[in-house]
């Protein structure tokens, strides 16, 4: 077809009294012209939502009364560099390259009251961090958890703890180490909130570090981000299984569900429990839990150990050890609730690997690309403020439209509520987000944004 006669357009006509045969025609639409304006328009309308989740949380005042990495009084300051990259990130920024994109978007700059950083820019200030920086930062983030959760009016949090290896395509990156899985990598440590979805604390370590390896500081600084009156409830995998970890627990008053590797031993008592101490899984159709009672060699008190089995299929192999079944065990120092009710909770903890895939799908973890060690670790910590920027902005505006009510994951959030066509006026030395008036989320977004606006700053 010639260029001057444009683009096709396709359509079907149904023929009737042809069995379902249709009839195509097709027709010529007119070339679309592209061309450049001075109005402030903008794709993130939506990111007006973000920055009120930042007021609310208290992102800007924890930072700029904590983090001193800055010698000069120009340019960006620390909380403005960390309130930036973490809307970019929330926005979909996955890498500092990307900060260009936002950095071009100038409604946003109006309303925001100042730009993005650019890469470069960004890449200087990361390389600026040391340890005493890392650390002042991941104070301030501690405020801000504490924030979080206050604003939320939770009187008892679900903690997930677990560890996931970043893959490095350099070998010399600091930090990276050769692991099991065959390539060099670094081993974050992660903490998240099982009910906003929020990272409420991240370490940065070696990759040849161990899953468990220092948990107990980590533990320390995870409960300092929850409000003293909240309610603790921990959940971990079989990496962190020890009776180091508990006794601390049990000395901070934490209810705690921990996963527990099968050695011999226990999986003796499992296989010793008679059929008739067995009840069926309240939420499974398969499976039968019980529970015993052990004490580790190395420790002097007996704990509730809760035990899964579920019968091999006919044509699976069978194992001399664990004979017809299938094992699964937990140690939970929880008295009050039957072990139908905690093999369901402790179940859920696989949510915490959604909250990995989240961040390295969406918010740019799949790849360390700084080469020192410290860099990277801010890098994680930024990484996690816009993921939490996401589940809070749901969480505090209501926001949750997934499956059966739950919350929307990033990329949905992003498409139906952040990416927003949007164009801003100034009238009267006042600016104005002017949406779309036929779009299909308007009220919600009104909603969630009057929500937001209703919640009060903290205080400094």
């Given amino acids: 077809m010639p260029p001057e006669q444009g683009n096709l357009d396709c359509s079907t006509v149904p ?94 700059a109006q309303l925001r009251g100042f730009a993005i950083p650019a890469p470069q820019t960004a890449g200087t200030w990361l390389r600026r961090f040391t340890l005493g920086h890392v650390r002042q930062l991941d104070k301030a983030l501690a405020q801000v958890q504490r924030n979080a959760f206050t604003a939320s009016g939770v009187g008892q949090v679900t903690l997930d ?30 903490c998240f909130d099982s009910a906003s979805g929020a990272a409420v604390h991240a370490r940065l370590r070696r990759g040849r570090a161990g899953a468990s390896t220092g948990m107990k500081t980590f533990l320390t600084e995870t409960l300092r981000r929850v409000p003293a009156d909240v309610e603790v409830r921990a959940r971990f995998d079989s990496g962190f299984y020890g009776n180091a970890l508990f006794a601390q627990m049990e000395t901070a008053g934490v209810t705690y569900l921990c996963g527990v590797p099968m050695i011999p031993a ?24 019980a529970e015993f009672g052990y004490r580790l060699r190395d420790g002097r008190r007996f704990r509730r150990y809760v035990v899964k089995r579920i019968a091999r299929r006919r044509g699976e192999q069978l194992t001399l050890d664990s004979g017809d079944y299938r094992y699964w065990v937990f140690v939970t120092n929880d008295h009050d ?124």
């Fill in 15 to 108: 023929v009737p009294g042809t069995g379902g045969t249709s009839e195509m025609s097709v027709r010529a639409t007119a070339e679309v012209a592209v061309a450049t304006t001075n109005r402030a328009v903008t794709a993130h309308g939506g990111a007006v939502l973000l920055r009120e989740t930042m007021r609310v949380v208290g992102v800007a005042d924890a930072v700029e009364g904590t983090v001193r990495l800055k010698q000069r009084a120009r340019g960006l300051s620390e909380a403005e560099f960390v309130m930036a990259i973490a809307e970019s990130v929330a926005l979909g920024a996955r890498c500092l390259d990307d900060l260009a994109v936002a950095r071009g978007d100038v409604a946003q």
């Fill in 161 to 190: 703890f677990d560890s996931t290896y970043v893959f490095s395509r350099s070998t010399r990156r600091q930090g990276a180490d050769r692991t099991y899985k065959k390539g060099y990598a670094v081993h974050p440590l992660l």
């Fill in 266 to 289: 226990i999986l003796a008592a499992c296989t010793s429990i008679p059929d008739q101490c067995w009840l069926p899984c309240v939420d499974k159709e398969d499976g039968e839990v």
């Fill in 337 to 460: 609730h039957s072990v139908v009710e905690l093999e369901s909770e402790h179940r859920h903890k696989a949510d915490v690997e959604q909250g990995m895939r989240e961040l390295k799908s969406n918010f740019g973890l799949h790849a360390m690309r700084k080469h020192g060690f410290m860099a990277n670790w801010a890098w994680l910590l930024l990484v996690c403020v816009g993921h939490n920027l996401c589940c809070w902005t749901q969480q505090l505006g209501r926001l949750g439209g997934g499956r059966h009510g739950a919350d929307l994951k990033a990329k949905r959030l992003r498409y139906r509520y952040l990416t927003v066509a949007a164009m801003v006026v100034r009238s009267g030395r006042r600016l104005t987000l002017r949406l779309g008036a036929d779009y299909p989320f308007l009220n919600r977004f009104m909603a969630a944004l009057e929500r937001l606006r209703r919640q009060p700053t903290p205080a400094s």
